[in-house]
């Protein structure tokens, strides 16, 4: 299946349980190939793979060592504080990412108003499921 979307397999999530208010985020991977023995990218570290706090959650693919450096869904999450909605976190953390790094990757954010994505790369599918009120 990865090959149909030229060998890409990352997959994050993110939601919401608004009777509690509360956000879980996860995101998983392929790994990277040639890696070197004991690597640990980003994917399983907080505030780089996936991040989430009282204002919503994030999750990030792409170059992933400079992820790690950027922490860039830490980063997103921390424009939800700051009173920014999903969309525009997710903007505003790829643009810091790309002028710190150099780097592509796309992350996906959600808050309690809705969903947001945004990459520098080629491409990022991405889709948003809500539940029937």
Known sequence: ??????????????????????????????GRRFALAGR??????????????????ASATGAGEDIARATLTRRAVRHLEAGLDAQAAADRAIEEFGELTGSSAGVIVLDGSGAGSAFNSEGMQTSVATAPE
Do not use: L
Request: charged share 10%.
């Open 40 to 57: 640990v990218g980003d994917v399983p570290q907080i505030g780089s793979g996936f991040f989430c706090g009282p204002a919503g959650g």
């Open 1 to 30: 299946m990865a090959e149909r979307f030229g060998g890409h397999d990352t997959v994050g999530a993110v939601a919401h349980d608004p009777a509690t208010d509360a956000f879980a985020a996860c995101t998983s991977t392929g």
